[in-house]
């Protein structure tokens, strides 16, 4: 059974840093596509980082230099460090995999784990 476990999310106050961890069980996923995202209240889901099958990360904007995501290929674990958080980062943070294309499209990311909540405080 193939399951995506978050974990590391919490309260922080504005500029402080969290590390979420996103643990792949029942598949390897070391050669596909495995991204980050964040989903404040009342908003889409939004694609915030993205680490490639090539070893290529990606950004979002709204994190690009605040946020870094990074893998364990021998542990099937993802990590997104967050520094400089704002309130307005406050969300559930999700990991999703899946694909292999270095393209990384969104609909191929099919497993997905149950998130993880991050609050911000000003």
């Known amino acids: 059974q193939v399951e995506l476990v978050e974990s590391g999310g919490g309260s922080v106050q504005a500029g402080g840093s969290l590390q979420l961890s996103c643990v792949a069980s029942?598949?390897?996923?070391?050669?596909?596509?495995m991204s980050w995202f964040s989903q404040a209240p009342g908003k889409e889901r939004e694609r915030i980082a993205t680490?490639?099958?090539?070893?290529?990360?990606v950004y979002a904007e709204s994190v690009r230099g605040r946020f870094t995501i990074s893998r364990d290929k021998a542990k099937n674990t993802l990590f997104l460090q967050m520094d400089s958080l704002q309130p307005e980062d406050t969300a559930m943070y999700y990991c999703?995999?899946?694909?292999?294309?270095?393209?990384?499209?969104?609909?191929?990311?099919?497993?997905w784990g149950q998130g993880t909540q991050v609050t911000v405080s000003s």
């Open positions: 029942g598949y390897t996923y070391s050669d596909y596509c």
């Open positions: 999703a995999a899946g694909g292999n294309w270095r393209s990384c499209p969104t609909d191929q990311l099919t497993d």
């Open positions: 680490y490639t099958p090539n070893d290529r990360t």
